[in-house]
């Protein structure tokens, strides 16, 4: 029987866009209606889907070898994992997650210390006690099973994860402070890493990834020029960018390519034009690996 390496990947909201992130790093991943083992196309990778909140605990018991969840509910469930490392992506951005203590437009509250005496209602307990603790502000940290906008004026306040805040504005909440900012995090089980072969895949797949995420927001820059204007068209470029110069058939000519943020090149293909260069088009990456 082959080798292969169990990984957990997150269900919900983070779903789609690790689904994603696979596919950017040359993975082909499919999931049937209903079913919660993905398949990869590749023998030596076992997939199975869990909730963020409980995966990391599932790596630590060796249910799975490695998952990939959030800094959060790593810190929240005390989970002993090894974090391999961290992967910049959520639901709908490339920013961090952060976890707001928030309450109704219309309460009194100004600041964390008017909470003194309040029940708040959070998924994140653990994590929101050392918070308040910290403040060394008094209050009742209760579990929420969901819909915790909803408590906010049931309650004295919530602790909600957002990453635009378009939720909470939508429900007249206003944010008080940030409680803790996550980001999503590959993680091993401790045995799974003295395993070489388990290491090796784990490490290849965080090279992979961490290259897909790289290769996100950037793309391939491509133009023709004459020798004559190759210094000019090289100053434009960013000095820390050292792109590839190849001799065309027609001496006099070359072809230049660099990788670019998309931002950066956009920016910069008008002047180009105007410098000399000729045939200028851009590409998008998959992965780009440093």
């Known amino acids: 029987m082959e080798q292969a ?171 008080i402070d940030t409680v803790t900012t996550s980001t999503t995090r590959l993680v091993a089980n401790r045995a799974a890493w003295g395993d070489a072969f388990k290491r090796e895949k784990i490490e290849g797949l965080a090279l992979l990834l961490q290259g897909a995420l790289e290769g996100r927001e950037k793309v391939g820059l491509k133009m023709n020029l004459p020798l004559s204007k190759l210094d000019g068209v090289l100053r434009l470029l960013p000095a820390e960018k050292s792109p590839t110069v190849n001799y065309l058939a027609d001496k006099e000519y070359a072809a230049l390519e660099v990788v670019l943020p998309e931002r950066a090149a956009r920016d910069l293909v008008p002047r180009l034009k105007k410098a000399g260069a000729s045939g200028i088009f851009t590409y998008p990456l998959n992965t780009v690996i440093p």
């Not at 018991?61 to 990939?68: C, E, L, R, S, T």
């Not at 391999?84 to 437009?105: G, H």
């Not at 994590?127 to 909803?150: D, I, L, M, N, Q």
């Open 5 to 175: 390496l169990k990984i957990g990947l997150p269900k919900g909201s983070l779903q789609e866009s690790t689904f994603d992130l696979f596919r950017r790093a040359g993975f082909q991943i499919q999931l049937s209606a209903r079913s919660y083992f993905p398949l990869l196309d590749d023998p030596e990778l076992e997939a199975v889907l869990f909730r963020a909140q409980e995966l990391s605990q599932y790596v630590e018991d060796g249910v799975v070898d490695a998952g990939i969840t959030g800094e959060d509910w790593i810190r929240e469930n005390k989970s002993d994992v090894l974090e391999v490392c961290e992967l910049i992506y959520s639901k709908s951005t490339s920013q961090p997650a952060r976890w707001v203590l928030a309450v109704p437009n219309e309460s009194a509250v100004a600041k964390v210390e008017d909470l003194e005496g309040g029940i708040i209602a959070t998924e994140l307990v653990n994590v929101t006690k050392e918070y308040f603790a910290r403040k060394k502000v008094k209050v009742k940290v209760e579990f929420s099973w969901g819909a915790t906008e909803v408590k906010a004026r049931l309650l004295d306040g919530i602790v909600e994860i957002t990453e635009t805040g378009s939720s909470l504005r939508a429900n007249n909440l206003r944010i």
